[in-house]
């Protein structure tokens, strides 16, 4: 059964701050990995998304790696900025269960100006 | 915006009453799905319908009941909730079903059952 882990639940940076978030999975079969975005009280906005044959994407001051073999991705935010404030959802697309996608639980983010 | 709009936003609603939540998007895609979000714990999908017809039921209530009329609307009609429903409902669409489509999410409904 595939279970993601987000580490840290919740993160609190200066303004301008480079800053790394954290996603592991259990089971490394998977067909993609997704990066969202969430406001309080507000929808998913996909961030990137990474297929199991890519190791990264990039857009703009967003880069998400991806490393199968250890059941690991990255988000890393550069020059961090107080509207970057939002919860992070990772979210993994396997084989298992059918058309499930399973979610974290999210990291909190929380950019001080 | 991305193109799936859910109605209402927030919706209060008593045990015995029967209401229903509204997803519509407007990107010609022909796989919806229904997702429950409850404080403090990761998404967990309900349901998938592909072209109007349901793929998957995870194990949700039949207190929850999905329907699909077309493949741009689709609905999640609730009666006789219990407390621990209340949670955000965020609709969303892809595509297809395959695994290599990105799903667009809706703003969500926030739903309280008192």
């Known amino acids: 059964k595939q279970e993601v882990t987000q580490i840290p639940a919740a993160l609190s940076v200066p303004e301008g701050e480079n800053l790394v978030l954290n996603c592991s999975f259990t089971d490394s079969a998977i067909y993609n990995l997704q990066w969202f975005r969430q406001d309080p009280g507000k929808g998913l906005t996909s961030l990137l998304l990474?297929?199991?044959?890519?190791r990264e994407q990039t857009s703009g001051r967003l880069n998400a790696s991806l490393d199968k073999s250890s059941g690991r991705s990255t988000l890393y935010i550069a020059a961090s900025q107080p509207g970057d404030s939002a919860t992070y959802l990772c979210a993994v697309r396997g084989n298992t269960g059918g058309f499930k996608t399973i979610f974290g639980a999210g990291t909190r983010l929380f950019v001080k100006a | 915006e991305t193109g799936v709009t859910q109605t209402p936003r927030h919706l209060v609603m008593g045990m015995t009453n029967k209401k229903s939540l509204k997803c519509e998007q407007h990107l010609g895609h022909n796989a919806m799905y229904w997702y429950k979000q409850s404080a403090k714990k990761p998404l967990e999908l309900m349901f998938v319908?592909?072209?109007?017809?349901?793929?998957e039921n995870n194990s949700v209530p039949s207190r929850f009941s999905p329907e699909c009329p077309n493949s741009s609307h689709l609905f999640l009609h609730l009666h006789t909730l219990q407390p621990e429903d209340s949670a955000l409902y965020l609709c969303?669409?892809?595509?297809?079903?395959?695994?290599?489509?990105?799903?667009?999410f809706g703003p969500g409904t926030r739903l309280t059952v008192l």
């Open positions: 969303a669409s892809s595509q297809g079903t395959g695994v290599r489509n990105e799903q667009f």
């Open positions: 990474i297929q199991s044959s890519q």
């Open positions: 319908y592909s072209l109007e017809e349901r793929v």
